[in-house]
């Protein structure tokens, strides 16, 4: 890392939507011990206007070249096409930080594979609060794990789990629940919206015993989600309204900040939480 070597660690971006065109503009501006090397995406030779408008424009490359020119590689892409950014940074030894926290679910390999390559894959609090304290509780004993997402209905279009069902989320007039059950199904139904029941169910009890409920609501304008955690140290709730970001509404503002406060932790001599 930079305090032991001097020099910045290498950042590398895989994607450019909502969460990393925000990510690019706040590196481009200075983040100690971090320099922005390079961004990832499907088609390296397409036009990239806003990527002109930095004060030092990043190498370009294709999602599975960025782990070769990074240190630390950070997937903000569909998840679609998770596998073509994390398993060549977690091969190649990296800092992985995805955002796509759902994709981890299914894939306990990249664990593996990093215990093997001296990888490490740092899962940022996102869009939920909390994390810290349900870590620390699953010390201990967890008895249940039970979150409530709701979300303005646009922020819900185009979820995998409403294929062929005939759900008019325009049409709304009163909440509707969609989904209940276990964080695992509900992560693939919802793969955009719900990346927050993931990382909940990896600091806690896991995706098959973590329960949720995903709910579309005409009457809120912000992403939220309530998580009761019952265990043998505390009882927690919590509640968080995330603002959804102008760019893409599945998406809330914080989402990229925790990132970005994920990254600025690597380097600092302080580190605040678990």
């Not at 990832?40 to 806003?50: G, I, L, N, T």
């Not at 070769?68 to 569909?78: I, K, N, R, Y």
């Not at 796509?100 to 215990?115: F, N, Q």
Request: proline share 7%.
């Amino acid at each position: 890392m930079s305090s032991n070597t001097g020099k910045p660690l290498k950042v590398g971006i895989g994607g450019l939507g909502a969460i990393g065109g925000a990510l690019v503009r706040h590196l481009d501006d200075g983040l100690e011990g971090l320099s922005l090397a390079a961004v990832a995406v499907r088609d390296p030779d397409k036009d990239r206007p806003d990527l002109a408008e930095l004060k030092t424009r990043p190498e370009i490359v294709s999602l599975g070249e960025l782990a070769s020119v990074a240190d630390v590689v950070v997937e903000c892409a569909p998840a679609a096409v998770f596998d073509e950014i994390a398993v060549p940074a977690v091969d190649a030894g990296r800092i992985f930080v995805p955002a796509s926290v759902g994709a981890l679910m299914d894939r306990p390999h990249l664990t593996e594979k990093a215990r093997e390559t001296g990888a490490k894959i740092i899962v940022p609090t996102g869009a939920l609060l909390g994390l810290d304290a349900v870590r620390a509780a699953a010390e201990g004993q967890v008895h249940s794990v039970r979150m409530v997402t709701r979300k303005p209905p646009g922020g819900l279009k185009g979820a995998p789990f409403l294929d062929g069902k005939d759900i008019d989320l325009d049409g709304l007039t009163e909440p509707l629940k969609l989904y209940t059950g276990p964080a695992r199904d509900g992560v693939k139904g919802f793969p955009a919206n719900v990346n927050v029941a993931a990382a909940l169910s990896l600091a806690g009890i896991g995706p098959d015993k973590t329960e949720i409920e995903i709910w579309a609501d005409p009457g809120i304008t912000r992403n939220t989600h309530r998580i009761i955690v019952e265990s043998d140290s505390a009882r927690l709730e919590m509640t968080i309204e995330n603002i959804p970001s102008k760019e893409n509404p599945r998406t809330g503002r914080i989402t990229a900040l925790s990132i970005l406060a994920t990254l600025r932790a690597l380097t600092s001599p302080l580190k605040v939480g678990t």
